[in-house]
């Protein structure tokens, strides 16, 4: 796992914490330490966590009940959390999985171990995650998924001072398309964008089914005029396809709405991006329009 982990290790003992933060240091993984509930909420909300180690013996707060208040925030509820103890209790350690746990280690456990565990852990959820986040038709980013995305790159714009480009687009007519030819056809139609979306944009553009026949995508360092001249590029590709059905060839068009402005807010920049799609709609469709902010 070479891409940037972040692990949070729980432990009310100064001295005990330190020796597991210097444990995990390891190349690309961001380690920190937390001595209570409070600090282990402000580095969930901070940063996007990867792993939680938790001691199950804590004043105030116990581990296992740490472990539920992340169980009930739905944005956290796949990150894995490790239980570290002395308990060697077979019982009370399957009470504290039972609550909201993934794994029990106890201690002492060497440095070795640990990484292990914690590695294999992180490992696995990533790949939960991006199977659970990918839409099944089109093997995009689902609806929440995409929208997070947007959010990650317009807060980078603001950190750096570079551009970002939001694009809504949609296929236009597809209901007809549907009505017409049958909703294994319109699969189809849709598979076909989605794949085009993939060949013509960039590795670092990120790509998500908003819903239905309709795609999102989130391009960093792209101005809105470089916006529009990709995306009319992939207009016109996406026009000259020919898809075939049993009552002859067809073709479709799409229209698509473009935001870039770093200043805006995520939910704000996908709003105006979807005026400016009903804008490309409205004015005869297969264009594409950037919105004016």
């Not at 005026?275 to 297969?286: Q, V």
Request: charged content about 25%; glycine content about 6%.
């Amino acid at each position: 796992m070479s891409e940037q982990m972040t692990v949070v290790v729980v432990e009310d003992h100064d001295d005990l914490r330190e020796e597991m933060l210097c444990y995990l240091q390891r190349p690309h993984w961001r380690v920190l330490g937390a001595d209570s509930g409070e600090a282990l909420n402000a580095w969930m909300r901070k940063f996007r966590i990867d792993v939680v180690v938790l001691d199950v013996n804590m004043p105030g707060s116990s581990g296992p009940e740490l472990a539920q208040m992340i169980r009930f925030n739905d944005d956290w509820i796949r990150i894995p959390i490790i239980y570290l103890s002395a308990e060697t209790d077979i019982g009370l350690q399957m009470s504290a999985l039972l609550k909201a746990g993934d794994d029990f280690v106890t201690k002492p456990i060497s440095d070795k171990s640990l990484i292990a565990t914690v590695f294999a852990r992180a490992q696995r959820a990533r790949l939960l995650s991006n199977a659970l986040s990918r839409d099944s038709l089109t093997g995009l980013l689902k609806h929440a998924d995409i929208k997070e995305q947007v959010a990650v790159e317009q807060e980078r714009a603001m950190r750096t001072g570079k551009p970002v480009s939001v694009v809504m687009l949609d296929i236009d007519h597809f209901k007809k398309v549907n009505d017409s030819y049958g909703h294994g056809i319109g699969d189809n139609v849709i598979r076909a964008l989605a794949n085009l979306l993939r060949q013509r944009l960039r590795r670092v553009d990120v790509i998500g089914r908003y819903g239905g026949e309709e795609f999102l995508a989130v391009l960093p360092e792209c101005s809105g005029a470089q916006a529009v001249q990709i995306l009319d590029q992939i207009r016109q590709q996406f026009s000259g396809i020919s898809f075939s059905s049993e009552t002859g060839d067809f073709s479709v068009s799409l229209s698509a709405g473009i935001a870039s402005c770093a200043e805006l807010e995520a939910s704000a920049l996908i709003d105006a991006a979807d005026k400016a799609l009903y804008a490309a709609k409205n004015t005869g469709r297969n264009r594409v329009c950037l919105a004016e902010i």
